[in-house]
């Protein structure tokens, strides 16, 4: 099974709140976890990624969390600005897949000021 | 300075009609792909490709044609084939696997 499930679809935070977006996946083969901000009419940005072999990464206020035994991982933006505001896509490589990166569908973020 | 580009940004289509969607890169990357983005749908991946002159279909191939004639581009045609081609479609490139790097977007609208 292929699939990266994300949620929530869409959520919305009070400015100076913190903004959590989960994921999950079932194939045990995926070892690679980035994250992509993207802003309207714009293409994709890697934000963070995250190997198995740690269960934390923290770049700034973006944090990823890794649960390797519950094959989730999530993204927790801290002190959350409207600048923050955009679509967030969650993926997995499993390193050897010819066709690249699995995406979740996606979470559309509104930090409220 | 490195990195993707793809032209137009804006691109109108008549019925019937055949586009091509450019795709460049000098990032040296080997693999490139294109993908499909509408609302509420994520990513979805048309066709990549791993190496010059060699591409896959990917989940959403039907109405679409490539060509890798050149490492660093990716040219993806829109056929007459393809039904409701309306979208924004994003051109990626990657080392063989892990992070990908998107390029700007083309939006696509047939009148």
């Known amino acids: 099974q292929q699939q990266v499930k994300q949620s929530p679809q869409s959520l919305i935070v009070q400015k100076g709140g913190i903004s959590i977006i989960n994921c999950a996946y079932e194939?045990?083969?995926?070892?690679?976890f980035p994250w992509y901000q993207q802003f309207p009419g714009k293409g994709p940005a890697l934000l963070i990624a995250?190997?198995?072999?740690?269960s934390e990464k923290k770049e700034g206020r973006f944090t990823i969390s890794f649960n390797k035994s519950a094959k989730q991982f999530s993204l927790h933006i801290m002190d959350s600005q409207p600048g923050d505001s955009a679509t967030y896509f969650c993926a997995a490589d499993s390193g050897g897949g010819a066709d690249g990166l699995t995406f979740g569908k996606g979470t559309h973020l509104i930090i409220q000021p | 300075d490195g990195g993707i580009t793809q032209s137009p940004k804006y691109l109108f289509r008549k019925e019937g009609q055949n586009v091509t969607l450019s795709c460049e890169q000098n990032?040296?990357?080997?693999?490139m792909y294109w993908y499909r983005q509408d609302p509420g749908q994520g990513l979805r991946l048309i066709y990549y490709s791993q190496i010059v002159n060699d591409f896959q279909k990917g989940d959403i191939a039907e109405g679409y044609s490539v060509s890798r004639e050149k490492k660093e581009s990716f040219p993806l045609t829109v056929t007459s084939a393809q039904k409701n081609p309306t979208a924004f479609y994003l051109c990626?490139?990657?080392?063989?696997?892990?992070?990908?790097?998107f390029g700007p977007g083309t939006r696509l609208t047939v009148l």
């Open positions: 990032l040296n990357h080997d693999a």
């Open positions: 990626a490139s990657s080392i063989l696997t892990g992070v990908q790097f």
């Open positions: 194939n045990t083969a995926f070892d690679y």
């Open positions: 995250i190997r198995p072999d740690v």
